[in-house]
C-alpha cells in the first residue's frame, strides 16, 4: 500500500539492529534522523553504513537526516542528582556553580545572566517549573519559584516568549557538520535558527565538507515565527521540521496547532518540505495502540500537507518501534483518503515564470482532468518532483532518476516516488527512456496495460533543470 505522507523515525538503541531496521523499512519508513545530541562521531558513521545496508537489503530507497543538536539551554548537574522546589521558595541559577543543592544550580550557558532582567519568565523541563527572575547579580539569576517541582541534572531552559542569544551552531555542531558530510547525510536538520543568516551559515558549512544535503530548519524559537522570520529562513533552506516541543513552552501550548497549519501551508507555497515533529505516537513508546488524541494529531498533519510525520523516541527508545511505523502508515493512508483535491483553484492563484515549472504544473493539470493512473518525472536533481508534490493533485508521481543521491532526497517529497533507472546511459535518448520508463512502471505494478500516464522530461535530456516536455501516453500502446 502506497502512503504519500513520508515517514522519519529516530534511530537508537531500540531500533539500531539490522533485524528490527529492516522491518521498520519494510513497515514503511522513508527516512531515518540521526540525533546528534547522543552517541559519538563513530557510532554515527556505523549507523549510517547500518542504515544504508538494510534499504538496500529490503529494496527500499531510505534518506538519512542527521539533527544537530545546536545550543542546549540547560542547568547543571545536583550534587543528588535533583532537588525539589517548592512554590514561593528562593533559587539561584548560577553560571559558577559547580555542584548542585537546594539553594542554587549551575548552567551550561554561561552568559543566561546577560539574557534576562527581572520579571523574565524562565520554563524548567519543558514548562514543568516556572521561575521568575528577581534580580541579577553578575554571574547569579536570583529567582522565584512560581511552578514548583522536581528539577533534576541537565535539565532545558527556555525563556518565555524567546528571546535567548545563544547561536544556532555551537562549537559542537560544526564538529558534527563535518561528521553529517562524512556519512553522506541526505538532509541536514539546524535547531533553534533566529534568522536566515543561521540557515546560510549551515548551508556554506556543510558544502565546505563537500556535501550537497538538504538543509532543514528547525522551527522551535517564538522568533522564528514572527512572519518575516519565517520566511526569511523558508527562502534560505529546503524546508522545515515543524518542532512542536520546545515551540510550546516558548509560545504556550495552545498556540502550536495553529502555527503548524500556518507554516505547512507557506512552505507548500513557497515549494518548500515539511515534517511534523514531536509527540506524535508517544503513548507508543510503552503501549502496542496508540492514544485517540494521537490517530487525530497525525492525521490532521496529514490533512495539513506535511510531506513527512516523524517519531522520535517512540522508534528511538520505546519497545513498540514496528507497530509504531505501522500505525503510523495506516493513519497517513487512511486520512489522504479524504484529502480534498483542490488544484483548479490552486492553480488561479500561483505564476510561473520558469519553464520546467511551467511544465510540472501542466502535468498536474493533465493529470488530474484525464483520469491518469500516474505521473512519471525524469528528472536529475528532483525539482520538477518537488514542484508537483506541493500541490495535491491525488495522483501520484513517480521520479524516476539515474542519480542515488537525488532517489534519496525524493524520500522526504509527499506524493512523490523515487525510482532508480539502471545507469546514466540512454540518458539522452527520449524514446528509449520513455519505453524504459514505461517497463519499470509496469514491473513496479503502477500501471497496467491501457493506463494513461503523463510523461515530463527535458530536451537534451540529462541536464538539470532542464525539463521542458510533455507527452501523454497511453501503456502499451507503441509511440
Known sequence: MYHHTKIV????????????????????VNVVRMNFSHGKPEDHLNRA????????????????????????????????????????????LDANCEVGNDKCVGLDY??????????????????KITL???????????????QGGVLSNNKGINRKGGGLSAPALTAKDMDDIKTAALMDVDFLAVSFPKSSADMYMAK????????????????????????????????????????????????????????????????????????????????????????????????????????????SAETATGKFPIETVEAMVRIAIEAEKSNPITLDQNFLDRSFNRIDQS????????AHHM???????????????????????????????????????LALMREVYPILTPSQEGFDDRDRLLRDAEKLLLKAKVVK???????????????SGGTNSLKVVRIGEHH
Open 49 to 92: 553504513k547500518l542504515v544504508r545496508e538494510a534499504a538496500a537489503k529490503v529494496g527500499r530507497t531510505v534518506g538519512i537526516l542527521g539533527d544537530l543538536q545546536g545550543p542546549k539551554v540547560r542547568v547543571g548537574t545536583f550534587e543528588k542528582g535533583n532537588t525539589t522546589l517548592a512554590k514561593g521558595a528562593q533559587f539561584i
Open 204 to 311: 556554506a558549512l556543510m558544502r565546505a565538507a563537500g556535501s550537497n544535503a538538504l538543509i532543514i530548519a528547525k522551527i522551535e524559537r517564538s522568533e522564528a515565527v514572527e512572519k518575516s522570520a519565517l520566511e526569511e529562513i523558508l527562502n534560505s533552506c529546503d524546508g522545515i521540521m515543524v518542532a512542536r516541543g520546545d515551540l510550546a513552552v516558548e509560545v504556550g501550548e495552545a498556540a502550536v496547532p495553529a502555527l503548524q497549519k500556518r507554516m505547512i501551508r507557506k512552505a507548500r507555497e513557497l515549494n518548500k518540505l515539511t515534517i511534523t515533529a514531536t509527540q506524535m505516537m508517544e503513548s507508543m513508546i510503552s503501549s502496542p495502540v496508540p492514544t485517540r488524541a494521537e490517530v487525530s494529531d497525525v492525521a490532521n498533519a496529514v490533512l495539513d500537507g506535511t510531506d513527512a510525520v516523524m517519531l
Open 132 to 146: 521568575e527572575v528577581e534580580k541579577v547579580k553578575g554571574a547569579e539569576i536570583h529567582t522565584k519559584v512560581i
Open 9 to 28: 523515525a529516530t534511530l537508537g538503541p531500540a531500533s539500531s539492529d539490522p533485524e528490527t531496521l529492516e522491518r521498520m523499512i519494510t513497515a514503511g
Open 110 to 127: 554561561k552568559d543566561l545572566p546577560h539574557d534576562v532582567s527581572p520579571g523574565t519568565i524562565l520554563l524548567l523541563d519543558d514548562g
Open 449 to 463: 496495460q491501457g493506463d494513461i500516464v503523463v510523461f515530463t522530461a527535458g530536451e537534451p535530456t540529462g541536464m
Open 359 to 366: 511544465i510540472a504544473m501542466a502535468a498536474l493539470l493533465t
Open 371 to 409: 483520469g491518469a493512473k500516474a505521473i512519471a518525472s525524469l528528472t536529475q536533481s528532483g525539482s520538477t518532483a518537488l514542484w508537483m508534490s506541493r500541490l495535491n493533485s491525488g495522483v501520484p508521481i513517480f521520479a524516476l532518476t539515474p542519480l542515488p543521491e537525488t532517489v534519496r532526497k
